[in-house]
């Protein structure tokens, strides 16, 4: 039973589909890293120094304990304040479009392209048929008669 699953896994493993996947999976995750970094270390900090040095990093609205106010988020997590972190969540929405822009440039580009390369295999393949301008059905080019509707060809 173990040797049945472990070859229906090695099968499954082995489709193609699944190492493209997976080859997906990792190069997302090392862009979700970049996206990350462009927020972080490039995007946010002028946006933070146009709204007057805020850093959205460093925001967060802290819930307990109540009697203590400190000075960064992670001096708040290191004491073990419980915190709603919306700074964070600020940077995570911007990479967010940030992925989702980049996305649709992506399959926007490669929907392009597939469509160049559709209408250049169209063009050089020969025409086979062509339709019949009395009754509208395709017909073998080389006809003289319309099957359909009997009439005459050019």
């Known amino acids: 039973m173990l040797k049945?699953?472990?070859?229906?896994?090695?099968?499954?493993?082995?489709?193609?589909?699944v190492i493209d996947m997976a080859v997906g999976i990792i190069i997302g995750a090392a862009f979700g890293k970049i996206i990350d970094s462009l927020?972080?270390?490039?995007i946010m900090p002028p946006i933070g120094l146009l709204l007057g040095?805020?850093?959205f990093s460093n925001l967060?609205?802290?819930?307990?304990?109540?009697?203590?106010?400190?000075p960064t988020l992670q001096v708040?997590?290191?004491?073990?304040?419980?915190t709603i972190n919306y700074g964070l969540f600020i940077n995570t929405v911007i990479?967010?479009?940030?992925?989702?822009?980049?996305v649709f440039m992506l399959i926007k580009m490669m929907n392009k392209l597939?469509?160049?390369i559709i209408k250049k295999e169209a063009a050089t393949e020969e025409?086979?048929?062509?339709e019949c301008p009395y009754c509208f059905t395709t017909i073998n080019i080389k006809a003289t008669k319309c099957p359909n509707c009997t009439a005459d060809l050019k």
């Open 127 to 130: 025409a086979t048929t062509k």
């Open 95 to 102: 990479s967010f479009f940030i992925v989702a822009i980049a």
């Open 76 to 82: 708040a997590q290191e004491a073990g304040a419980v």
């Open 60 to 70: 967060y609205w802290q819930i307990a304990p109540r009697d203590t106010v400190y």
């Open 4 to 17: 049945n699953f472990v070859n229906e896994l090695k099968e499954f493993v082995m489709r193609g589909n």
């Open 114 to 116: 597939q469509n160049t």
């Open 53 to 55: 040095k805020v850093d």
């Open 39 to 42: 927020v972080k270390d490039v």
